[in-house]
Structure formats: C-alpha cells, structure tokens
C-alpha cells in the first residue's frame, strides 16, 4: 500500500508541538511580514513518527540485503565506524575553533593524509573534495594550474576512455578543457593505436578509471601512461573502482600523476542514501605545490614531551579553496576508522576478497548472460540484459525483476559501451551462500525472460509501487509534495 | 523500420535530406532504438550560427542516456525545429520524419562522402543488431 504524503495525513488544527511560555514579551508580528500562502501540514507527534518509520521501512538498504550497485561499491558500513563518528570530540567540534582546541581532530585528517598517500603511492593530498566529482574537478584544475605554471599554453584537450564514468568527460569540460573520446579495442582496453593517433602536444591529461567501467584491468597501463607522459600530459586516475586494487597496486608508484579517492566506496561509510561523500585528492611530487588550501600539516614540531601543534598550510601554488572548511570530516573518521580496524593486511584482503567475489559470482551465472570481453574480471563484471531468443526483454526488465527477489538491482545502461548493461559489483562482504543466492535469482529471471516473459515486462510486482513510468518523471518534474493553488 | 532510400547516414547515426543547397538533419531509427524514450532535446545552436562537420550540434537525453548529435556535413543553420523540444517523444515516434535542423549545405562533396541506406543498414548489423 503506497504511503500518503504527510500532506495528505494533515488535519485542520491538529499540532504536535507546544511554545512554552515566552520569558519575554509578547510582540506581534509586522503584518508585511505575515503570509498565509505557505501550508505545514498539521500533525500530531504520533502521526509524524510513524509516517516517517513507515516510509523508512520502504527503504532498501545495504543492511537489509544484497545491493550489487556496479561501480558504486556498496559494501557493508561497520557500525563501529558510526561510534567513533558520533564520538563527541569529532561531532561536536565548530570547524572554526582555535586550532589549539581541536589537535585530535587535526591529527586524525593528518593520519589519514598519510595513510592514503601509503596506500596509493603518492605525495600529497587533499581531503577537502566533497565527493569523487569534485576531487575529479580539482584534478582538472591542478592539471591546468600545472600546465599554465610552465607557460605551456596549448593544452586544450583532455582525453578520456569511451568506457569511463560519466563524470569524467564533465568535470574535464567545467575545468575549461575540450573532452576528446578515445574508444575500447575488442579486450575492453583502451585502444593504443587510436591513443596514439590522437595524443598530441596539446593534450592537458588523460582520464583513466582502472580497472575501468567493463571491470577489466587496463592491460597496457604502463604503454598508456608512456604514451601520455612522452607528449607531456598528465594521467588522472579515477578511483572509482580502487576497491580492486587496495594492497597490490599504488597508482602513484606506476606512473598516475593524480588521483581521487572515493572514500565513501572504497572505504566504507555510508553510501546508499546519497552521501555524503568524500572525495579526497592524491598527487605526485611535482603536483603537491598546487593542491587547494588549506591542507593539514604540522606547523610546530614536538619532541619527547610535548607532541606536535597540528594546523593549516596553503601550498605555495595553491589553486584555492574548494570546499568550505576541511571536507566531510564525519566521512573522514569513518575511513579512519576503517584503515585502523583492517591494517595493511586486511587492506589487501579487501581486494582479494571483492576480486574473487566477482568472478565467482561471473562463473556461476555461466551461460544464462552474456558477458561481452569475456575475461578475469576484477572487482565488477558488465552482463547483457537481453537475448536474441526472448525478444522485447531488456535490462530494465531483468533489473526491475530482481526487486520482487527483495535484491537491489544491478547499474544498469551504463557503461554505454556494451548494450542493455547490467553492471554487477558484489562486493567482498557478501558471503559464499549471499553470492550463490544471487547467481540462483539471476538464472532463474533468465528462464522467466523465456518462458513468462510478461512476469518482467510488469515487474516488480512485490514493491509497496509498481513499475514508475520513467518518461514521465523525467519529463514531468514536480519536486515538491506541495503543490501551490494556481492564482 | 525500413531506412528510407533517399537519405544519406552517418557513421554517428544521423541521418541527412538534401534538397538542392539545403537540407533536412535527424536521428535514425537505430540511434533512437539505442536510446530508447528520449525527453529533452537540446540545441547547442541557433539560427545563422555556422558549424563544421562532427560538430556537436545538439544533444538529445533520453531515461537510459544522453548523447550528442554531430553534424553530419558542415554548413549553416537555417531553422530548428522547436516543435521537438516540447515533444522530444516524436524523435522515437517517427525518427525519419523528424528532422531537428535545416541547413544550408557548405559542401556538396561532404554530403558525396557519407553512407547510402544500403550501406548504413549493413552498417548497423555490423554492430550487432
């Protein structure tokens, strides 16, 4: 039964809420400043707590199930990283108090400054970006401020992979740059003779996710980041998909010259829901004078008594501020916390573990999809959702099928690269049986596209709301539950 | 859908209809299958506004994705057919019969170079569908 709006629940001079009496006189309102054209709804306390407990019951979730989101790595959040976050000291801090107030704060973005920079090779860092697309805009901009510091004026173009995120080709465009698409050869890598053909003088950088969208690792990384450097750009390194590669591989020690981070990933911390995010920004030697300011550092050496005075540095380059204040500190400590509970073992684990989730979870589907570039995946694999046999069924279908299998659907249409996509990420915290489970639903959603192929062209027909008509919302956009009387 | 005989195609699935120095410019059928229901069209540019050939001219969204639709010759823009930005859904509906530009040709020759329906029909099975 859908839920109606709180709206809808309203009743003509209900409250749920009381003024005390004032301690100070009563004055009225400036009838100028009164409006009556603005209706809240009226509701009792009891109404609102189980309005909103009734939708939140509505609500899929990593903790509730399987959520195989390609891409977007909606691993398990540990609750022990939601008590470190609700810690007073770290949620009650004013991100304006005198430094001298907030040393364990500081210590803690200064701890993960160098724990990323371990993990991923490089030598400097920047929390501040509020998620992966704003770390890829800084990205962007530190490439030009790079280029520009060097009088090299002619670099307008920036290369990016027809199978990269789609955020790629955008932040390249607000960063001022021309986006130039270079396209996949038949293994799902980036083709070197187009790359080649393409690569000029007035190339700023080349965007790289890796492994990349097709959940393949890019098998000539080292050919590509050469042919790039030999023309004097500069690899950007999408950490997107680095939930693959934690342990095995630093980007910054093969060649990447920038980098972000999507700790709200790779990392844990809540994700589903919409964020918030994190999006911290990793560069090599020569890239560490124009990262934004401030970055966290020790101003004031310690010794054997007293430990260090933890502050703020503007590096001497800096293209400026990007975020208000140090990024989504709440975000940071969960991956602090994170990094400290797995260590660099568990760290590799990590990424064994998601490895091998996702091709066993490739082998189990066997036959029933199609997986184009058929070979080892790493963290994710991209299944077709349609066959030639079971006309009129596509992706959307097999996605909104898995919904009545109480499974969050797969990514779907996306990479644009391979038709009816269904991408697939499982994660390293699913287990052996979660897995199984899941290839057994997919199967048998394969046979139904066969032999009822209405049970999915209707689906989902076990939600509390059927199947949306997508154009409509689209098309239609009405984003408030409010809708003013016409004049 | 039968691809009509008297147009002429391009590799990145647009579809051209000459008439003496002039012509019409649209999707084919294919590219709005791939989208599937398209729900905005935006122009990039407006009348008399000049343009070369695979020029980003405008970009159509649909609930799967969005993509850009390159000028298949260069030339000059005469009319846009802003009946398409409130009905974007006639784009799927009658994909030949809804041109998005008329242009003033630059280059005859350009219009020579591109694909017959022949041609881009093995083209699209070439593709895979």
Redesign the interface.
Known sequence: MAEPTIYEISSPGRTGFQFHQPDVPVAQLPAELKRNDLPFPEVSEVDVIRHFTRLSQLNYGIDLGFYPLGSCTMKYNPRINEEMARLSGFAMAHPLQPIETVQGNLALIYQLQEWLKEISGFSGITLQPAAGAQGEFVGGLIMRAYHLSRNDLKRTKILVPDSAHGTNPATSSMSGFEVVNIPSDSRGNIDLEKLKEICDDCVAGLMLTNPNTLGLFEEHLQEVIAIIHEKGGLVYGDGANFNALLGIIKPGEVGFDIMHFNLHKTFSTPHGGGGPGSGPVAVAAHLVDFLPAPVVGIVEEGDDETPPLYGFITPSKSIGRMKSFYGHFGVLVRAFTYIAMHGANGLRNISENAVLNANYLKKLLGNAYTVPYDRACMHEFVAEGFWDDAPGI?ALDVAKRMMDYGIHPPTN?FP?IV?EALMIEPTETESKQEIEHFAEIMKTIAHEAHTEPELLHTAPHHTPIGRLD??KA??DLVLCCWIPPEE | MSTPKDLKFSETDEWIKVKGNTALIGITDFAQSQL??I??VEYELDVDDDFEKDETVATV?S???AADIHAPVSGTILEINEALIDNP?HLNEDPYGSWLFKISIEDPSEVDALMDAETYDRFCEDR??
């Open positions: 596509h249409y644009l038709k997508e154009v689209a098309k | 599937s229901d729900v905005y969204e609930v799967k994705a859904e895979g569908d």
